[in-house]
């Protein structure tokens, strides 16, 4: 313990002898270990960005949409038959063992109206099942009552969006709003749920019941069709079986025959979501590996500089040695030197690493999330980097002739 005490005084003193060289070298470590908190401060923080908005959509979801259909020769695109009901939507939810629950969509826009204040939004014909299926609550009043839903009752969900800019501080419920000149009873609030991957504000939006959306807001040709049905499945292990008991049963509900195309799509937004997710992880193990070549990069910087230091320090290696230092005592003053090194550029490197990912959130407006772990890891690799890249050095310094060294100058 002793002789690595004396062993660190000396390495310290070699290291304050040349100032300007110390800092230096370890600017490639400083850089490098900013690069990497910074790297995976932004990369995380746009990962946890991502998962926070898939939560916000729900979980284990599945929407069903008309399909495409031909007319004179002419291929129309997905959704241009409208041939998805509302019994369509009650078949899944009872008789598909993988689904929780389901929900008819029959959305469009309206402009809102309360007083002399109005706002353009997106009116959801739905059922009382939407609010579990986009696990969604109510931050004040009540979701629909089935007997609303089925008596096409005049009455209304807001989002938040909505509510702010008809009622501004004052209290919605209970209030009369006219939604393309019909007026609609608010009964409930949704709570605050913020913008979507696609950057869309989820909180401008109104629900309504499917039934009172057909009969006075978007009426449909044929009574009971639905734009989409919103499907959410009982665990993510369920999506697969879930998808594939929906294709089963609406075949045989629309009597579509072995060989023939299906006249709906069935698509899995959370696994859509997941491989968002996925891909932003991907990128920031991606910018935190370019990050780390920079440590590489300091590493061989600190290497080429204690082989000059070597090389300047000949004679004094020889001194030690003749005044009865071992091989094993100047090998462990060079690497400690380079380990003192890399450390203290690691440790300026975290500090300049969080400074610049905090001026990166607030300058810039990204996502960061600084974890123990990544500081950590840069840390550790730094002092890993000194002993890596020293040892060489060390090992050429520890090999010297006394009676060669002394001679040299």
Known sequence: MINFL???????????????????????IIIGVAAVITMLAVGRGASNKISEQIATVGSNLIIVLPGSTTASGIRLGSGAFQNLTRADAEAIRQECSAVATTAPILNGSAQIIYGNANWPSVVFGTDENMLEVRDWTLSAGRNFYDQEIRSAAKVCLLGQTVVDNLFGNDDPLHKTVRIKKVPFVVIGVLAPKGQSMMGQD???????????????????????????????????????RAEQQIKELLRQRHRIGAGQEDDFTVRNLTQMMQMAEQASRVMALLLAAIAGVSLLVGGIGIMNIMLVSVTERTREIGI?????????????????EAMILSLIGGLIGVLLGILFAELLSFFAGWTILISTYSILLSFGFSGLVGIFFGFYPAYKASLMNPIDALRHE
């Open 202 to 240: 989820q909180d401008d939006i109104v629900y309504a019941p499917v039934s009172a959306a057909q009969r006075n807001l978007f009426g449909r040709s044929f009574p009971g069709t639905v734009r989409s049905i919103m499907v959410k499945a009982k665990s993510t292990e369920d999506l697969d």
């Open 320 to 336: 030690r040695m003749a005044v009865g230092a071992k091989t094993w005592d100047i090998r462990l003053q060079f690497i400690i």
């Open 6 to 28: 004396s062993t660190a005084k000396i390495s310290l003193r070699a290291l304050r002898a040349n100032k300007m060289r110390s800092a230096l070298t370890m600017l490639g």
